[in-house]
């Protein structure tokens, strides 16, 4: 017993010991996979701030290089306008740019859409493009209409003869670059210029156009604090940082700037930390199974070696019994065979003794059938008699029947002279009842019947005879009384 409680202590503490290296094990695994997975976000901010970085860029050469040509040729309208959608064509594919064209007085002379900018906007923007030089550009961020405008004046030499203004559409820069990345199952990409505001977030577009410096309480739904978003805008270039939700998810998030002349914006990637931690989870989940099945394995097995050796050894035990049972079987055996040899021998005796008898024997069950009899009785009995043969068919007296019951309880045997009619014999016989009780403890009555009709017979000839005898005597000596009167009288 005791040695079966220190192998189950023991292995408990083996897997103690498993469960707790585990969860060590575990947690180094999640920290260096969380550091290896914000390098690879880190890679993919970077890549997406470059992108955006490069194709806007590559958006102001061309616009550049196009107003040099505009410059060129002049804004006189004949063929202006096959001319700018000519040269304007590989721009309008991109960003959903938009184009306008002003002449010196403010007057659009070519746009690609009417309603893009009201009268006093333009004239405003007009004049702030007519003092910059021929190399130089206007920029402002319309975060309200989400769109980044250009400005580039058009000078004949030193002279302003108008202005070209282009506008970027920045949720097609953002459905472009950001939309279609996806970290993970539920990591994504978002982005906010350096004052805070939030220029795109896939799943909180009700927030785009919001400062993280004038939250409100509907702000606070997803974030416990911007101190994360705050740090991330006074770092350096790029970085890497983490948060918990409102829910209680912690979340790993890598960023990057972009960073134009006149464009400050800082693209962020971000994941749930568990998202992360979740292969590791998985792998340590298998190997945990796997320990605890080989450990399992380990002790099925141990178990199946005890109890096969447990059976060996009970095999060998039953079989050292087999052969003393065996042996003890051999020696009962020849016991009961001399056993029975010997009550065959008192059997046979008592056959040649109950044959022997001239008398009659039956034996009779607690209800009163018979159950066995003697050569004699059935000689005696009739085929007719024999038929359902009873105590009852047997004693016709009533009061021998009850002498008989009284006779079982009392344990006690009766005798009795009467005359029977058995069918193949009849006569006077002498009657013994015994009653025979089981081990069991049932009862049974063993009946002896002696045909003594000679013996009465003899009796009553004897009784006869002594009847005449008393008689002849009585005769004699009244005649011998009445003798001597007369022989007086004669005398």
Not at 130 to 152: A, C, Q, T
Request: charged share 25%; proline share 3%.
């Amino acid at each position: 017993m005791r040695i079966k409680v220190a192998l189950i202590l023991l292995l408990l503490i083996i897997i103690s010991i498993i469960v707790t290296l585990n969860i060590f094990f575990q947690q180094n695994y999640e920290a260096e996979m969380a550091a290896q997975f914000n390098q690879q976000q880190l890679i993919i901010a970077k890549t997406l701030s470059d992108s955006i970085q490069t194709n806007i860029q590559h958006l102001i050469n061309e616009a550049s290089a196009f107003v040099k040509l505009l410059s060129n040729r002049g804004l006189h309208r004949v063929g202006l306008d096959e001319f700018v959608n000519y040269a304007f064509a590989e721009l309008s594919t991109e960003l959903g740019v938009e184009m306008i064209i002003v002449d010196q007085n403010n007057i659009p002379i070519f746009q690609t859409r009417p309603d893009l900018f009201p009268v006093d906007v333009l004239n405003d923007l007009s004049e702030k493009i007519k003092n910059l030089h021929s190399s130089k550009f206007y920029f402002m961020e319309d975060v309200p209409l989400r769109r980044l405008i250009f400005g580039f004046p058009v000078k004949k030499g030193k002279t302003f003869i108008g202005a070209t203004i282009i506008t970027v559409n920045i949720s097609e820069i953002c459905n472009k670059f950001l939309t279609p990345i996806q970290a993970g199952k539920r990591g994504h990409a978002w982005m906010m210029d350096a004052s805070g505001t939030l220029l795109y977030h896939p799943t909180q577009p009700k927030m785009i156009g919001r400062n993280i410096f004038n939250a409100d309480k509907s702000c606070y739904k997803c974030h416990k604090s911007f101190k994360t978003e705050i740090q991330i805008l006074s770092a350096k270039d790029i970085g890497f940082s983490s948060y918990i939700a409102p829910y209680g998810e912690d979340k790993l998030v890598a960023f990057s700037r972009v960073r134009l002349p006149s464009i400050n914006w800082i693209v962020c990637v971000s994941i749930p930390y568990s998202e992360v931690t979740q292969s590791i989870k998985n792998s340590m989940r298998f190997h945990s199974l796997l320990v605890f099945t080989i450990l399992i394995a380990t002790a099925i097995v141990s178990f199946i070696i005890i109890i096969i050796n447990k059976e060996r050894v009970k095999a060998e035990e039953k079989a050292l019994y087999s052969e003393k049972i065996k042996a003890y079987a051999k020696e009962l055996e020849n016991i009961v065979n001399e056993r029975t040899k010997e009550l065959t021998l008192e059997k046979e005796k008592l056959d040649a003794i109950v044959s022997s008898i001239e008398a009659g024997i039956c034996i009779f069950d607690e209800k009163e059938q018979v159950v066995w009899m003697n050569r004699v009785m059935k000689h005696w009995l009739s085929e007719e008699k024999k038929k359902n043969f009873t105590v009852k068919k047997l004693f016709d007296d009533q009061r021998f029947l009850d002498n008989i019951h009284s006779a079982i309880v009392d344990n006690r045997f009766i005798q009795e002279v009467s005359f029977l009619d058995l069918g193949n014999k009849k006569g006077y016989f002498q009657m013994v009842a015994t009653p025979i009780h089981s081990p069991d403890g049932k009862s049974q009555i063993m009946v002896l019947l002696q045909d003594v009709t000679e013996l009465k017979k003899a009796q009553e000839q004897l009784m006869q005879s002594e009847k005449l005898s008393a008689l002849a005597r009585l005769s004699a000596g009244v005649a011998h009384e009445i003798g001597n009167p007369l022989t007086s009288v004669s005398s």
